[in-house]
């Protein structure tokens, strides 16, 4: 039995989720059956290309190179999450999204895509990637969702509209290539989410640009709001907060049970926990919901909270 889980943040939240990846080798008893840590997904910040959510902050080589090598020499993957779906031809040539694809550039690392301008740019450029589709895609049509299982990707992310939709996910071919993304905290059916999508993707190249321009000052919100007033309709939308006690009441929702009850025996092996504007601790709660023994939950976060004291963490977050 494979549950392979991918996991939120590896650059903002490098120390715990290195330290949450070592815990699973040195603490193997504290997790359920058949737990592996497939990938962990983001980017690093100021990178263009990423979409989902905006990641602010800024990044320099030797932290990118440092951050691979040591999620790697674990044989754990990175996600690039380059689904800006706001590209345009003249993004392509980023220099610090190039620099990180050509540093990460090992056959292992992976990127997830949703504009096909730079999915065809990566294939051309930086053919050793396996790409994931995503679910920023919007793909709601369960033919439209066949077709997409048919074309070279390593995985597919499942629109999580689909997630307890058994009548469409029965019927699914390579199973074991879906990706159910557990604990979408987005409104089920919202009708705006694809616009969201792409909203985010504007502010996301207009920080970047900033960065590039005005490295030590601040990012203007509202001059992007003037430039972009579409963007205006989101800034209440508060659904990226919502706590773990919070996701577990919609509809789409998907509990540990489930996935070791229902989704592994229909053949899924690809579940991705979201999380990467979540707090700390609500972030640590999901992961120990979905990935630890219930019986286990105290003593664990019990052990996982001294692991981060004793690595100074919890110092950086007070």
């Not at 779906?85 to 990127?111: I, R, Y």
Request: aromatic share 12%.
């Amino acid at each position: 039995m494979r549950v392979r889980f991918h996991l939120p943040d590896f650059s903002g939240r490098f120390k715990l989720n290195l330290l949450f990846a070592d815990m699973l080798k040195n603490f193997p008893h504290y997790f359920r059956e058949g737990v592996e840590i497939a990938s962990f997904y983001g980017v690093f910040p100021p990178s263009m290309w990423n979409g989902g959510r905006t990641q602010g902050g800024i990044c320099d080589s030797n932290y990118v190179k440092t951050v691979i090598k040591a999620f790697n020499d674990r044989g754990i993957p990175l996600r690039f999450t380059f689904t800006n779906p706001a590209l345009e031809k003249k993004h392509l040539s980023d220099p610090f999204c190039n620099m990180v694809l050509n540093l990460a550039n090992n056959g292992l690392n992976e990127v997830i895509v949703v504009s096909p301008l730079l999915e065809d740019y990566i294939r051309k450029n930086f053919p050793n990637y396996k790409l994931t589709s995503s679910t920023c895609k919007r793909i709601t049509d369960p033919v439209k969702l066949e077709e997409e299982l048919s074309r070279d990707y390593s995985i597919v992310v499942v629109d999580y509209d689909f997630n307890n939709n058994f009548e469409v996910l029965s019927k699914l071919p390579r199973k074991q290539d879906c990706e159910l993304l557990v604990n979408a905290c987005c409104n089920p059916n919202c009708p705006i989410r694809s616009e969201h999508y792409n909203a985010i993707g504007l502010q996301q190249i207009a920080y970047a640009n900033h960065v590039k321009k005005y490295r030590d000052v601040p990012f203007n919100q509202e001059r992007l709001l003037r430039e972009h007033p579409e963007i205006q309709k989101f800034a209440d939308c508060n659904c990226a907060g919502r706590s773990l006690f919070d996701v577990v009441k919609l509809k789409n929702h998907i509990t540990p049970d489930e996935i070791w009850n229902k989704y592994i025996p229909m053949g899924f092996e690809q579940f991705k926990i979201e999380g990467r504007t979540f707090g700390t601790f609500n972030l640590l709660e999901h992961y120990m919901y979905y990935m630890i023994k219930p019986e286990c939950r105290d003593e664990a976060r019990f052990e996982f909270l001294r692991l981060l004291e004793a690595n100074k963490v919890l110092e950086v977050l007070e």
